[in-house]
């Protein structure tokens, strides 16, 4: 159990355009899902932490209105990457928590994104 | 907030030795302290996790030992494998902060010499 999925694994798209990338629990409910970045040989980079039905807590640094986070319901969260520039190519994961007040993180397989 | 800093950032053990990698906390609320193993391209998979009730736990091969007093945490590794081979995160979360998020580690990368 405690399987996390993401969508998609790998997205190459122009600079201005947005990017939607999903992050589903498949055999259980996440009351609360974090989504990180991460550089190459890098360590894991909180962006935000999404709680289903409320809006998302920014980690400090990260712009709100670029990275859109939506969790709208307990099995799905969306980030959306808005007017993507190459900077913003990197590799995105996910995690989600599977009861609140139980610690264990469960983590997506991650999207690279390459922002051209 | 939390810092957490991990050393080494490279260790290479022979097959067979141990490994051992250690890391420091720095805010005494946190009580959850979790490693992760991160090959190449793929997702964080928890190896495993202590709370700040016990100071050892041990998992076949690998254990993790906690001392709260002094706020660092060390993984251990015994008889490695080339499998083991990998990144390894720690990370602390405080349930006291009321959103249990984690702070990791700066990796450290174990490369087993065959």
């Known amino acids: 159990g405690a399987v996390v999925s993401q969508h998609p694994s790998r997205v190459i798209c122009k600079s201005g355009t947005s990017v939607k990338i999903e992050c589903r629990s498949l055999?259980?409910?996440?009351?609360?899902m974090f989504w990180y970045r991460q550089f190459p040989k890098k360590s894991l980079m909180l962006m935000a932490t999404s709680n289903e039905g409320s809006k998302a807590t920014y980690e400090q640094g990260v712009e709100k209105d670029k990275f859109l986070i939506n969790h709208a319901s307990l099995t799905l969260s969306t980030l959306t990457v808005t007017s993507a520039h190459p900077e913003d190519s990197s590799f995105y994961i996910c995690?989600?928590?599977?009861?609140?007040?139980?610690?264990?993180?469960?983590f997506g397989p991650g999207t690279r994104l390459t922002v051209t | 907030g939390e810092n957490v800093e991990q050393h080494p950032s490279t260790l290479s053990v022979q097959e067979g030795d141990s490994a051992v990698i250690k890391c420091t906390y720095s805010?005494?609320?946190?009580?959850?302290f979790p490693w992760y193993k991160q090959e190449l391209g793929k997702r964080p998979q928890l190896i495993i996790d202590?709370?700040?009730?016990?100071g050892e736990k041990k998992d076949q091969r690998i254990a993790v030992t906690l001392n709260k007093t002094a706020k660092h945490f060390s993984l251990h590794i015994t008889e490695t494998q080339p499998e083991d081979s990998a990144v390894y995160f720690c990370?602390?979360?405080?349930?006291?902060?009321?959103?249990?998020?984690?702070?990791f580690g700066t990796g450290t990368r174990l490369t087993i010499i065959p």
């Open positions: 805010d005494s609320a946190s009580n959850y």
């Open positions: 055999d259980f409910q996440a009351t609360t």
């Open positions: 995690s989600a928590r599977r009861v609140s007040g139980v610690h264990e993180q469960y």
């Open positions: 202590i709370r700040s009730n016990v």
């Open positions: 990370a602390a979360s405080s349930e006291a902060r009321g959103n249990e998020k984690l702070t």
